[in-house]
């Protein structure tokens, strides 16, 4: 059965801490890994993977996937509370019947104090 | 542009009762999705289409039927309402399968 596990399930630093969340997955015919922030209600959508080693990066954030030991990072440097948020992760893959499906993780609630 | 809209926000039913969620895109999006989040559950996706007139089966399926007669709206429809569909619905759609998608503001119901 296709999961995605997040961890840490929650975490809490002070501002200008560098935080590290993880994603590992475990799918049959993997076609991208994704990357969202979710603050009161919708996701918003932050990195899409598909290859090992590259790293994708925006401002403080940056995220890099292994393929090979089926994982991917999301890091955050110098943090602010408006990082504050659940980080979902979703890997995207091909059912068996051939249909796309979208699997996620349950999230990693970060909560930054000031 | 509005973006990904959901309507109605909010919606109390109660079990055996039927309604239908909506969700319009003004963006000429070929794909559109529906999600269902539930605590410690993660989002899960029930349905979703890869261009009008067409339906595919998600992760969880069961107990929903979807509809996608114009592109610019899908629509989530519940037969008999019962309480494990209690959650919060979200929609989503994207341009393609491989590119960002953009999630409306979700509806939260609640089935008694």
């Known amino acids: 059965e296709d999961k995605v596990v997040q961890s840490p399930l929650s975490l809490v630093v002070h501002e200008g801490d560098t935080v590290t969340l993880n994603c590992s997955y475990e799918v049959t015919n993997f076609r991208s890994l994704l990357w969202y922030k979710q603050e009161k209600k919708a996701p918003t959508f932050l990195f899409m993977l598909?290859?090992?080693?590259i790293e994708k990066k925006s401002g403080r954030l940056s995220s890099i996937l292994d393929k090979k030991e089926l994982f991917s990072i999301l890091n955050i440097t110098a943090t602010q509370t408006g990082d504050s948020a659940i980080y979902l992760c979703?890997?995207?893959?091909?059912?068996?019947?051939?249909?796309?499906?979208?699997?996620f993780g349950k999230g990693t609630k970060l909560t930054v104090n000031p | 542009n509005a973006g990904v809209t959901q309507t109605p926000k909010f919606r109390v039913l109660k079990t055996g009762q039927s309604m239908t969620l909506l969700c319009a895109q003004d963006?000429?999006?070929?794909?559109m999705y529906w999600y269902r989040q539930d605590p410690g559950m993660g989002l899960r996706l029930i349905h979703y289409?890869?261009?009008?007139?067409?339906?595919a089966k998600g992760e969880v399926p069961d107990g929903y039927n979807v509809s996608r007669l114009k592109k610019q709206n899908f629509l989530l429809g519940l037969e008999s309402a019962a309480p494990s569909q209690t959650s919060v619905y979200f929609c989503?759609?994207?341009?393609?399968?491989?590119?960002?998608?953009?999630f409306g503001p979700g509806t939260r119901l609640l089935v008694l």
């Open positions: 963006m000429n999006h070929e794909y």
């Open positions: 289409s890869v261009g009008e007139g067409t339906t």
């Open positions: 598909t290859s090992s080693g």
């Open positions: 989503a759609s994207s341009r393609r399968l491989d590119e960002t998608q953009y």
């Open positions: 979703a890997v995207e893959a091909l059912s068996k019947g051939g249909s796309e499906k979208l699997v």
